[in-house]
């Protein structure tokens, strides 16, 4: 029988612990039997990027690396979109300390999560471009529902993907098709990423893809926790280093970057085209 008991903070559900976040722009449910949380983005309709959202997936990174946990799934609770990338309006006729504070949070969270001790997989139930696409290629596993998609679509947005997107993606896929695929904006199928190695696995629904992710953080269930970690680290920490080592200058080429008159230009129209594209539906 399903019993709740709340605290200040943490709820439990039968054998799931509920963590409550600030802005409840994500919720984190970890599972007493398995250890794995559960970290799922909640900022309707498309789970668009912005200030806050990047905040609550830090904090909870964060909270869920503090619990010990044994893993992290990264997932949504839209059934069509895991996340549509960058919100748009955080980077169109920008304020300025805004800008600054939204692309710093975006580095910390990256950091966070590409860097994170635990296994990470994404169970990715919806559509996946940009920004949502560097989420999941952070993770170390990654499992897709059918008839979505997903890639680094920056290009056709006018938008130059900085270095440390790249790393994600060349952490999955070989430099030639990372390059091409980068070069076109291209945006894969279910089918397409499997295909060439984009993600793992395939599930028909996302409770099929949250099991599969499971599988996986299972996997490791007797290699030691801490060498686990460290090779991890080792594997990843030129990545890491580079963004850490360069942050200033990473802030400074994007804030010089979105203020050209062309992009700005260039996300007017694609914001104008989101607007015509909602009066028809």
């Known amino acids: 029988m399903m019993r709740s008991k709340v605290l200040s903070l943490v709820a439990r559900v039968g054998s799931n612990r509920m963590m409550s976040t600030a802005t409840k722009l994500t919720t984190v449910e970890v599972n007493d039997k398995t250890g794995i949380a559960t970290l799922t983005m909640n900022r309707p309709p498309v789970n668009g990027l912005n200030l806050e959202l990047l905040q609550d997936l830090k904090r909870s990174i964060d909270e869920i690396e503090g619990n010990k946990s044994r893993g992290l799934i990264l997932t949504s609770s839209s059934s069509t979109i895991f996340s549509a990338g960058l919100d748009i309006l955080e980077m169109y006729k920008p304020d300025k300390d805004r800008i600054r504070a939204f692309w710093t949070q975006l580095q910390d969270t990256w950091l966070a999560l590409y860097g994170s001790s635990v296994p990470t997989a994404a169970a990715i139930n919806g559509h996946s471009p940009a920004g949502g696409c560097l989420l999941a290629t952070s993770c170390e596993y990654r499992v897709m529902v059918p008839n979505f998609t997903i890639g680094l679509n920056e290009t056709q947005l006018g938008i130059v993907a900085p270095q440390w997107f790249m790393a994600s993606f060349l952490s999955v896929l070989p430099q030639r098709d990372a390059e091409r695929a980068l070069n076109q904006g291209r945006m894969f199928t ?5 295909k ?13 893809a949250i099991e599969k992710c499971v599988a996986f953080i299972g996997t490791f269930a ?3 926790p801490l ?17 850490q080592n360069g942050r200033k200058e990473d802030l400074e080429k994007f804030l010089f970057f979105v203020n050209q008159p062309a992009v700005q230009k260039g996300l007017g129209f694609y914001l104008e085209g989101l607007k015509k594209k909602a009066k028809k539906q």
């Not at 279910?190 to 499997?194: D, R, Y």
């Not at 680290?233 to 030129?238: I, L, P, S």
Request: net charge negative; glycine share 2%; aromatic share 2%.
């Open 196 to 208: 060439v190695g984009l993600i793992d696995e395939t599930a028909n629904n996302k409770e099929e």
């Open 222 to 224: 007797k290699v030691n």
């Open 227 to 243: 060498a686990r970690s460290l090779t991890k680290q080792q594997f990843r920490a030129a990545d890491l280093q580079q963004l």
């Open 190 to 194: 279910t089918e397409e990423a499997l």
